[in-house]
């Protein structure tokens, strides 16, 4: 018999640790990603064929809807992923859902969306990458796209638009310098931009908190890669004001010499004061970027409507497309699970 399970308790994991199939779910991702539960299937044969997190308490916020989560989205096959999503699209409706949003581990802090438009160039680090029949499974389960993404690269890091000069010395002029990250302080640099970026992030699409805690253990896992030069802060008054995350492409060490770097976040306090800092910030650390030896720059995961996006548009050119879907729930009679 084929089974679909609700689990709500890393208690509840044991018996499916062995399982063929797919990897075993790690019973530490209940405190660390929190979810309310994962569903998953097994098939005849004890094998795990199917699995997702589900998230009903603490999901963002988008318009009248109370929003349900599923992440942690992985499927052997169509006919797996087709009772997956049907089931978890149940239990989020029996829990007060209205919509659906899907694939999110939990928040937008952590993995989120599906590549929609792979392009020619490999995976980068730090890049979602689910196999491309992920994307069928959705549409074929009623999802459609709430809100597009992309990644564009810039080939020539020697570009800078005239009128920075202009911007840095207005910049300059009000107090603010920019200093490169310091690594013997990690974490004393994180805590700071922790609240710069819970303040810059706060008006963004589907933005939900996390906690400091959280917000240094995901820096720390990567820390091993970053180097201080690409990292930069920008300082007014001994204040942090803006920030600037960029690490190398290290996934192309697996393929040829590391030539990449990747501009992953970039965060400046709202206000007039600070207009056209990330402008600068980017300029900065492509030019730093191409001190150091990189010849590229991946502009990386931008909302397409978003300011990240008008940043990029002024150096990068689009490699990469990426959807994030909804589906608006209603009641609907359980799916037929075939023996």
Request: charged fraction near 15%; aromatic fraction near 10%.
């Amino acid at each position: 018999m084929n089974e679909l399970l609700l689990i709500t308790s890393a208690d509840q994991l044991q018996p499916f640790v062995g399982l063929h199939g797919l990897p075993a779910i790690d019973p530490l991702s209940f405190s660390s990603l929190k979810p309310d539960a994962y569903l998953v299937l097994i098939q005849k044969q004890e094998q795990l064929s199917a699995r997702c997190a589900l998230w009903w308490t603490n999901t963002p916020h988008y318009g009248c809807h109370q929003v349900g989560l599923i992440g942690q989205y992985q499927v052997q096959d169509a006919a797996s992923a087709d009772l997956l999503l049907q089931q978890s699209c149940q239990e989020l409706t029996a829990m007060g859902c209205t919509m659906a949003i899907a694939p999110m581990d939990g928040n937008t802090w952590r993995s989120y969306r599906l590549i929609s438009d792979r392009g020619t160039a490999p995976p980068f680090f730090l890049e979602p990458n689910h196999p491309d029949d992920y994307l069928d499974s959705f549409l074929t389960a009623g999802f459609v796209p709430l809100a597009t993404y992309s990644s564009a690269l810039n080939a020539d890091l020697t570009q800078r638009a005239p009128r920075l000069d202009r911007v840095e010395r207005r910049l300059s002029d009000s107090g603010i310098s920019i200093r490169s990250l310091n690594l013997d302080n990690f974490e004393s640099e994180l805590q700071q931009v922790y609240q710069l970026a819970s303040l810059s992030f706060q008006n963004n699409f589907l933005y939900t908190p996390i906690s400091q805690g959280e917000f240094i253990t995901q820096y720390r896992q990567i820390q091993p890669w970053v180097k201080s030069e690409l990292v930069l802060l920008a300082e007014q008054n001994q204040k942090l004001v803006g920030f600037l995350f960029a690490v190398p492409d290290v996934l192309q060490q697996k393929y040829s010499q590391i030539d990449t770097v990747i501009i992953k976040t970039v965060a400046v306090l709202p206000g007039r004061t600070y207009a056209g800092l990330g402008n600068v910030l980017v300029a900065r650390v492509q030019a730093i970027a191409a001190q150091l030896g990189y010849t590229r720059a991946i502009h990386a995961l931008m909302h397409d409507h978003n300011n990240s996006r008008n940043l990029s548009d002024r150096y990068a050119t689009t490699m990469r497309r990426y959807t994030l879907f909804s589906k608006q729930l209603k009641r609907f009679l359980n799916p037929k699970i075939p023996a």
